[in-house]
C-alpha cells in the first residue's frame, strides 16, 4: 500500500512539473544577476566571475578597458580594503533583443556600500547597464558599464 501511494506521488509531481513553464531568457538573466548580487555579498568573486563571458568588457561609461582579469583584481581589492560589502540591486528591467534572440540588455540601479566595521567607510549608487549573450544555453555578461 504504501509503495502504491509513493508512486501516485512520484507521479503526481512529475504531472505537475510537466505544467510549469518553461524558464525564459529574462528570468535566466534576472536569476544570474540575483547570483551576482548574492556572490558580492557573500564576498565571493569566483561565484561572481561565473556569469562573466571570457571576453568581458567594463568601465565606466564610454569606456570599455576592464576585462575580465581586471574585474578579478577589482573585487580582490575592493574585499581586502572593506571587510563588510553590502550591495543592493533594484529596478532591474531586462530586455531580448528583437533581431537576435541570443542577445539581450539589461539594467538596473545598484547601491553599493564597503566598511570595516558596522557603518560603511563608503557607499555609492551606480546606474548599470549589461550586455548579455547566450553561450549555448547559459547566459553570460559581455559588456557592464556605470555611472
Keep these: 500500500m ?12 512529475g504531472s505537475l512539473a ?6 525564459g531568457p ?13 556572490a558580492l555579498s557573500e564576498r565571493s568573486p569566483g561565484d561572481f566571475l561565473e556569469h562573466l563571458a571570457e571576453s568581458f568588457t567594463g568601465g565606466k561609461q564610454g569606456s570599455g578597458d576592464v576585462t575580465r582579469d581586471d574585474a578579478k583584481r577589482m573585487l ?11 550591495i543592493l540591486v533594484s529596478q532591474v528591467d531586462v530586455e ?10 539589461s539594467s538596473a540601479m545598484v547601491a553599493l556600500a564597503g566598511g570595516r566595521g558596522l557603518i560603511p ?8 547597464t549589461g550586455r548579455w ?4 544555453g547559459d547566459w553570460k555578461l559581455t559588456r557592464l558599464s556605470w555611472e
Design 2 to 13: 504504501r509503495r502504491r501511494l509513493l508512486l501516485a506521488c512520484l507521479f503526481l509531481l
Design 18 to 23: 510537466g505544467c510549469s513553464e518553461p524558464v
Design 26 to 38: 529574462e528570468t535566466q538573466i534576472r536569476a544570474n544577476i540575483m547570483a551576482m548580487e548574492s
Design 76 to 86: 580582490g581589492v575592493y574585499f581586502l580594503r572593506y571587510r563588510n560589502v553590502d
Design 96 to 105: 531580448i533583443d528583437a533581431y537576435e534572440d541570443a542577445l539581450a540588455t
Design 121 to 128: 567607510d563608503s557607499a555609492r549608487l551606480y546606474q548599470v
Design 133 to 136: 549573450q547566450n553561450f549555448d
